[in-house]
């Protein structure tokens, strides 16, 4: 697609319950990062793929939280037993690795809330 | 490690003023720097950035800075501010080698006065 597409846009679960959140990114681009951006603040990183692996994933804030990347394409975002915590904006950006295209492009968040 | 300060929360300006908001940066060898614009309940949009080359890089909006390499700073600037470009700015800054990841400062919310 012509850019970076999250789904769901909002979603509210109650406490407790797995969510997933889906990113796609643009077309080609090898490297994919999700971020936490909580109300009011700045962004948090969470984890990177380079391909269908993860070489940096030391934002994860705990083992409730996983991602994956399959295809060099959509990545996943699980939150499992969610607390009212991890309610927040989630944030998918992708970007390329060559000199001319460094920068990350992003989408439009999922927001959740967790009650 | 790298990092990013962003020191003011809040930058006012009259429209038709010229603008700044600061950015300082710590890395390990040459950054790629970036600016980045938020409008509310929106995503992040990549307004400039700076590789290598001219200090002065010019992006999107009329928006501008100026990385200087002694000051570890990439200040945004714009000549004249539009009651349009209120927004949250977010400087970043990424290696261009090992993690690839991008570091955001805290943001800067900057309020064009009418």
């Known amino acids: 697609g012509a850019g970076v597409s999250q789904s769901p846009s909002n979603k509210v679960t109650e406490k407790g319950k797995d969510v997933e959140l889906r990113c796609d990114p643009i077309s080609g681009h090898t490297a994919l990062y999700w971020y936490r951006q909580r109300l009011g603040q700045g962004l948090e990183f969470l984890i990177y793929f380079q391909g269908n692996s993860a070489p940096d994933k030391s934002g994860l804030p705990s083992d409730r939280f996983s991602a994956e990347r399959t295809g060099e394409s959509v990545s996943t975002l699980t939150i499992q037993r969610t607390q009212q915590e991890d309610s927040a904006v989630y944030l998918c950006a992708s970007s390329g690795l060559g000199h001319l295209n460094t920068e990350a492009f992003f989408g439009q968040g999922t927001r959740l809330t967790v009650v | 490690a790298q990092s990013v300060a962003q020191p003011e929360d809040q930058v006012n300006v009259a429209e038709g003023n010229p603008l700044t908001v600061k950015c300082t940066y710590s890395?390990?060898?040459?950054?790629?720097l970036f600016w980045y614009v938020q409008y509310p309940n929106r995503g992040l949009q990549f307004l400039l950035k700076?590789?290598?080359?001219?200090?002065l890089v010019k992006g999107s909006y009329g928006f501008e800075a100026e990385f200087n390499k002694s000051q570890t700073s990439f200040h945004l600037k714009k000549p004249s501010a539009l009651v349009s470009d209120s927004a949250l700015y977010f400087c970043a800054v990424r290696g261009i080698s090992g993690t690839y990841k991008y570091i955001f400062g805290t943001g800067t919310r900057l309020k064009v006065l009418a």
């Open positions: 890395v390990s060898g040459n950054p790629y």
């Open positions: 700076y590789i290598t080359g001219d200090n």
